[in-house]
């Protein structure tokens, strides 16, 4: 698929998990209505008054768009409402940030507002006016010398009310500033008494500890009514780029800049310093972005909060700001249109900017560039980790999306399985073969344990490859299906039935090119149909010497690639390309190794057997059975043959039963001697370290037969001493 189609998927999926522009509009204004209210419209009204209104009013826009007003929906309004009625704290003008008010509506977005106190007066320069005692508690006077970009002073002017100068206020040298710790305890205590819960302080927020059952944190803040000087440069920014429209920028200008209680870490003046906050300006540019610009944004947000969230690291170190400030500036610097098609240019152009930023460890402020965001937060060893773990990510390319649950949820529905990725072909095929390394040893004791754990980490390789898993486990129940009529067969024309659409759905469900003909063979030899067995076995040993089949025990990622297989999603190619080991348990196997597949708990263990071991086993059984010594005896050879090449025809694990089987045959046919040699080899790997827990059946099944082996070659040996003696 191309990049432009996929784009296009993903922005369908996104406004179907986001939402469109109409409920992102709607979003937006449940958020203005408490704002309004907040900001002293309806005077004639009491608080309570006013809180009933919104509520009704919010509850009557939500009706005439849905219909009704679901359960989620009702108790974020009263949430609202409680926040409304509880912080009266002096005259403050409460301001709904954060994600819901940019128009968001995840679950597990928090309700964030900014108190903005309207009795403390912030001035740009000095002045001499006498401000009115009853509308201002204290003024200050904004001041930059010696701070950070970003980061202000606030030294007091006028002092209206002594009563607040012992509280808030912090002396250094003859000026008295505003201490941002003092101002945040004030805020504690008041907001503590006001709510009923204890207040926590979280950078410059304060949280309550609600036991989950209210998600709110508040930002007391102080404000400004003029433009910062340093932030003049954006405004001339923001007009070259003609985002967003003029009467926004004016807006923009208009609105008061906001100063949060929190200083810059690395200053020795840090409890009087106080960020400069541009929110309401980010709040009109969110709310001023097309449908694409947004949903950019939002990808951005899923991707930290379902895949960097999974990283201490990361998660640590990374926040949405982060995100948010990288498509402002994508918006501002990029050429490329904004429409659905674009949406994943646009969006790895953002990830791209975020990696040369973590690099470079310095991230520009959106509106005062100097101000260096990762500054004290993202560097060194840290650093390091991030990157490689965000270069990591960036390599999964498109699969990336798969491991957002949301994202991966509707792909499904849109049957969209992409199947490249930035570096696809030899990195993909690799995959592969971990994935099989992994799950190689005793691969069906854990298949369903295995299957919930590749399921859940939504990446695209390891999705396809538990349709592998999928196949494998429904041909092994088929196989186990066949055993089962087998047993209970009565010649009539439905189990002929059954067994012919057992054919059909096995060679349906076949993970590889061979297993399910094996089973098929296997079934034939349990029926005493020596010759359909054998001519099926045949076309296994054509197809296991196919120059394109690729053993799994064996993986060649680059053959693999060589094939085609990285053009097709991993289960189709696992089944045109490769052949697996086969598994066996006790009422799958063959009655020559029933002792073989049971623990001494009586208890079934499954075995994975090469499928070219037990092809050369099944064909010296078929001609053992049919009294054909002689191709029997070519075909334990050839299996001889077979596990002395150990690299390129069997997988180690599998090595001690294989060398079990040759015994077996040996013993069969009575070469006594070499099946000794044969068991003795078997018992060998097992010691040597073969073995498992699961293995306890294969140990004691083989100790058996060598005992009974040896009795044999001991009576053998005494029978021709009594021989010899009696000549």
């Known amino acids: 698929m191309d990049l432009e189609g996929y784009s296009d998927t993903i922005y369908s999926i996104l406004c179907s998990v986001v939402g469109n522009e109409d409920e992102i509009k709607f979003n937006r204004s449940l958020c203005t209505i408490w704002e309004l209210i907040a900001d002293g419209s309806h005077t004639d ?264 969230g999974r990283n201490t690291t990361a998660k640590d170190l990374l926040c949405s700001y982060f995100m948010k400030t990288s498509v402002f500036w994508e918006i501002v610097e990029t050429s490329i249109p904004w429409r659905s098609s674009f949406i994943l240019h646009h969006f790895w152009n953002c990830f791209r900017r975020l990696l040369f930023w973590i690099n470079s460890e310095y991230c520009p402020n959106f509106f005062i560039p100097e101000n260096n965001m990762f500054y004290g937060k993202i560097h060194g060893h840290a650093r390091q980790e991030l990157m490689r773990f965000l270069g990591c990510v960036y390599t999964e390319g498109y699969f990336m999306f798969h491991k957002i649950p949301s994202i991966l949820g509707e792909l499904e529905l849109f049957g969209e399985v992409p199947t490249m990725c930035c570096n696809a072909g030899l990195r993909r095929s690799k995959v592969i073969k971990k994935l099989f390394s992994v799950t190689a040893h005793r691969f069906h004791h854990s298949i369903d344990l295995l299957y919930d754990s590749l399921k859940s980490q939504k990446s695209q390789v390891i999705l396809e490859f538990t349709e592998y898993i999928r196949r494998s486990r429904v041909n092994l129940l088929l196989h186990k299906t066949l055993c089962h009529n087998n047993k209970h067969f009565r010649r009539n024309r439905i189990s002929y039935q059954l067994e012919r659409k057992i054919f059909r759905v096995l060679k349906a469900t076949s993970p590889d090119r061979t297993q399910s003909m094996v089973f098929i063979a296997m079934h034939f030899y349990r029926r005493k149909q020596h010759d359909r067995a054998i001519c099926m076995l045949f076309n296994v040993i054509r197809k296991l010497e196919d120059e394109v089949t690729i053993n799994l025990w064996n993986f060649n990622a680059e053959k693999y690639s060589a094939v085609g297989g990285d053009y097709l999603s991993v289960s189709d190619g696992l089944r045109r390309f490769t052949a697996s080991s086969i598994p066996l348990d006790a009422e799958t196997c063959l009655p020559e190794i029933v002792d073989e597949c049971l623990t001494p708990n009586g208890l079934t263990d499954y075995h994975l057997i090469s499928p070219l071991v037990l092809t050369h086993f099944l064909l010296f059984l078929c001609y053992f059975r049919t009294d054909d010594l002689l191709l029997a005896r070519s075909h334990l050879t050839e299996l001889d043959n077979v596990l002395q090449n150990i690299k390129i025809h069997v997988e180690s694990l599998a090595m001690p039963i294989s060398w079990q089987l040759l015994g077996i045959g040996q013993e069969m046919i009575g070469d006594f001697t070499n099946a000794l040699e044969s068991l003795g080899t078997c018992q060998t790997l097992l010691n040597f370290g073969f073995n498992s827990r699961y293995d306890e059946s294969l140990f004691e099944s083989n100790r058996k037969r060598i005992c009974r082996v040896v009795a044999i070659l001991i009576l053998i040996e005494i029978s021709d001493v009594l021989s010899t003696n009696q000549l």
């Open 45 to 308: 009204m009491s608080r309570e008054n006013k809180a009933k209104y919104g509520l009704e009013l919010a509850r009557e826009m939500v009706r005439q768009r849905l219909g009704t007003v679901p359960q989620y929906v009702e108790a974020n309004l009263k949430i609202l409402k409680d926040k409304f009625l509880t912080e009266g704290l002096f005259r403050e003008w409460l301001i709904y940030s954060g994600s819901r008010a940019e128009g968001f509506d995840f679950q597990s977005s928090d309700h964030d507002f900014m108190c903005y106190m309207k009795c403390f007066k912030v001035l740009e320069k000095p002045t001499s006016q006498i401000f009115d005692p009853l509308q201002y508690i204290q003024v200050y006077l904004l001041e930059k010398e010696n701070t950070k970009p970003g980061f202000v002073r606030l030294k007091l002017q006028q002092s209206l009310d002594p009563r607040f100068d012992c509280i808030v206020h912090n002396a250094v040298g003859q000026n008295t500033y505003l201490s941002n710790k003092k101002y945040k305890e004030q805020f504690q205590m008041l907001l503590t008494h006001k709510t009923g819960f204890q207040q926590y302080v979280h950078g410059p927020c304060l949280v309550p500890d609600a036991q989950g059952r209210i998600e709110v944190d508040t930002a007391p803040t102080l404000c400004s009514e003029t433009w910062p000087v340093d932030a003049v440069g954006c405004l001339h920014r923001l007009l070259k780029s003609k985002w967003p429209p003029f009467e926004v920028v004016k807006e923009i200008v208009s609105d008061e800049c906001l100063f949060v209680p929190i200083g810059c870490a690395s200053s020795p003046f840090q409890e009087i310093e106080w960020r400069i906050s541009f929110s309401l300006a980010e709040k009109r540019l969110v709310h001023s972005m097309n449908h694409t610009q947004f949903l950019t944004y939002a990808l951005l947000k899923l991707f930290l909060k379902d895949i960097a």
